[in-house]
């Protein structure tokens, strides 16, 4: 199960004060999941899993921000191309719904994009349809080993 992987990874990495919220109906998407959190769409950092030639990456972004292509392409080298459901838990460790940017498979890089510097806190999957975590965005490359990138319109 994805949200045993993610603990372990908190745990592996010290952060065992990472509360994984559990909710009763489904945070899928941004809007479940902003009502499920009670917070703005904005606040919600959701996880687009793609795949290049060496790999998948996964890319967060604020919940009503959009993946440019042509900022992609530039960044990657590549046209944007998201992972389809079937391959996306066999590529990350996670299942459509709970991609998050934690506890993935070796080899997977995450990309911060800066759209959710405009907040304090934001709120990412946990590896489940149902749960979400809180987040500092200042710490969310440290917990994350990911990579800042400006990848929005």
């Known amino acids: 199960m994805s949200t045993t992987r993610v603990r372990e990874y908190f745990h ?11 909710f009763s109906v489904s945070s899928a998407t941004v809007d479940l999941a902003a009502a499920a959190v009670g917070v703005e769409p904005g606040r919600i950092a959701k996880s687009l899993s793609c795949k290049l030639k060496d790999g998948a990456v996964v890319i967060v972004m604020s919940g009503t921000a959009r993946l440019s292509n042509h900022k992609f392409k530039e960044f990657f080298g590549a046209r944007a191309k998201m992972l389809k459901p079937e391959e996306t838990e066999e590529l990350t460790g996670h299942a459509v719904g709970g991609v998050c940017p934690f506890g993935l498979k070796d080899g997977v890089r995450v990309y911060l994009d800066q759209s959710l510097q405009a907040y304090d ?9 149902n749960n979400a975590v809180q987040i500092k965005v200042s710490e969310f490359a440290e917990i994350t080993h990911g990579e800042w990138a400006d990848l929005s319109e």
């Open 12 to 22: 592996q990495i010290n952060r065992d004060d990472l509360e994984i919220l559990e």
């Open 121 to 129: 806190t934001v709120y990412p999957a946990a590896g489940a349809s």
